[in-house]
């Protein structure tokens, strides 16, 4: 005889591996929303004309979004080829929209207009540097 555990579908959201890929990548997210925030602040103290330090302080971002990339492929069971891999890095404006259509179809069209907006926030937040 069967016992009644046995039947019971087990729906655990712990042992969902599609649950922690949407938990991690939720989390890089938060972390760049206060990244910027935090950002936004430190730039008011920062000297106004030092292109070098922008740069310094504007690549942590592209590491969490390609973090983000990743965690994004094995959500969706896609592999990244290398060429790829290397357009997020080195042409990440065009490559992103590109990979986005890729792992999710025309149904990308949600996640990319999520992103712009997360962008144009980003952007805003950095425009209060010079106001």
Same mark, same amino acid.
């Given at each position: 005889? #069967?016992s009644a555990t046995?039947?019971? /579908? %087990?729906?655990?959201?712990a042992? $969902?591996? &599609?649950?922690?890929y949407?938990?991690?990548?939720?989390?890089?997210?938060?972390?760049?929303?206060?990244?910027?925030?935090?950002? #936004?602040?430190?730039?008011?103290?920062? /000297? %106004?004309?030092?292109?070098?330090? $922008?740069? &310094?302080?504007?690549?942590p971002?592209?590491?969490?979004?390609?973090?983000?990339?990743?965690?994004?492929?094995?959500?969706?069971?896609?592999?990244?080829?290398?060429?790829m891999?290397?357009?997020?890095?080195?042409?990440?404006?065009?490559?992103?929209?590109?990979?986005?259509?890729?792992?999710?179809?025309?149904?990308?069209?949600?996640?990319?207009?999520?992103?712009?907006?997360f962008?144009?926030?980003?952007?805003?937040?950095?425009?209060?540097?010079?106001?």
């Amino acid at each position: 005889m #069967a016992s009644a555990t046995e039947d019971e /579908p %087990k729906s655990n959201a712990a042992d $969902d591996p &599609v649950s922690d890929y949407s938990i991690g990548k939720r989390r890089i997210l938060f972390f760049l929303l206060a990244y910027d925030v935090s950002l #936004a602040v430190i730039c008011n103290f920062m /000297p %106004k004309d030092d292109r070098v330090l $922008d740069y &310094v302080i504007g690549l942590p971002v592209l590491i969490p979004v390609l973090i983000w990339c990743h965690l994004d492929a094995k959500e969706r069971n896609h592999k990244i080829g290398i060429i790829m891999k290397l357009s997020l890095v080195f042409l990440f404006v065009l490559a992103f929209p590109i990979y986005i259509f890729q792992t999710q179809g025309p149904s990308g069209f949600k996640s990319l207009t999520f992103a712009t907006f997360f962008a144009s926030g980003t952007v805003v937040l950095l425009l209060v540097r010079f106001f």
